[in-house]
């Protein structure tokens, strides 16, 4: 199944459209990404003033996160806001999730196990979702879609698979680093 959601934003809200993600892929046969092979990358990406400062790269990181969990191992471009210093992430092509529930590549998670860090609040919503929460809330809210059912049980499982995986990925960095170093608490 395909779909296509337009959005339209007012004239007020210019994008700067299509920054380079830093993990992105090459998807040439024979080159290999420098996140790829770089163990110091997350510090390379950390000295560019766009992510050195501000929200961005903590965007970034849940992003991977949420690209992990629904399998889009496809984020090369992302959007923010012309003109805006500490502008949101904006993440606007989803058009590879859901594929094979069989397939965690968990290389979309680079960004949160190179940089070993996460806002405080996703890791506190991660945990509120996991065993069983999450996909029982997808459920929920997919059966009212007009064109339900969305995703198959096979689905929810990865979901769920993909959760717990994220969740040992971030007790791995708690436990190399500390609390206070992985957990990121941003000021409101």
């Given at each position: 199944m395909e779909g296509v959601m337009i959005l339209w934003l007012p004239n007020s809200w210019p994008l700067k459209v299509h920054r380079p993600h830093p993990w992105r892929r090459t998807y040439k046969q024979n080159k290999t990404a420098q996140w790829q092979y770089d163990t110091q990358f997350c510090d390379k990406v950390r000295r560019v003033p766009l992510y050195s400062s501000g929200r961005l790269l903590?965007?970034?990181?849940?992003?991977?996160?949420?690209d992990y969990l629904i399998g889009n191992a496809d984020r090369h471009l992302f959007e923010t806001?012309?003109?805006?210093?500490?502008?949101?992430?904006?993440?606007?092509?989803?058009?590879?999730?859901?594929?094979?529930?069989?397939i965690d590549e968990i290389t979309i998670l680079a960004?949160?196990?190179?940089?070993?860090m996460v806002r405080d609040s996703t890791w506190k919503r991660l945990q509120a979702l996991a065993e069983?929460?999450?996909?029982?809330?997808?459920?929920?809210?997919?059966?009212?879609?007009?064109?339900?059912?969305?995703?198959?049980?096979?689905?929810?499982?990865?979901?769920?698979?993909?959760?717990?995986?994220?969740?040992?990925?971030?007790?791995k960095c708690i436990e190399k680093h500390s609390e206070e170093?992985?957990?990121i608490t941003e000021a409101d």
């Open positions: 903590l965007d970034i990181i849940d992003t991977s996160v949420l806001f012309l003109g805006k210093q500490d502008s949101i992430m904006l993440i606007l092509d989803n058009g590879k999730s859901f594929g094979n529930p069989e960004p949160l196990y190179q940089c070993c069983g929460n999450l996909s029982s809330l997808l459920k929920i809210l997919l059966e009212y879609d007009p064109v339900s059912p969305i995703l198959t049980d096979q689905h929810y499982n990865s979901v769920e698979r993909r959760l717990l995986g994220v969740i040992i990925v971030i007790k170093i992985v957990l």
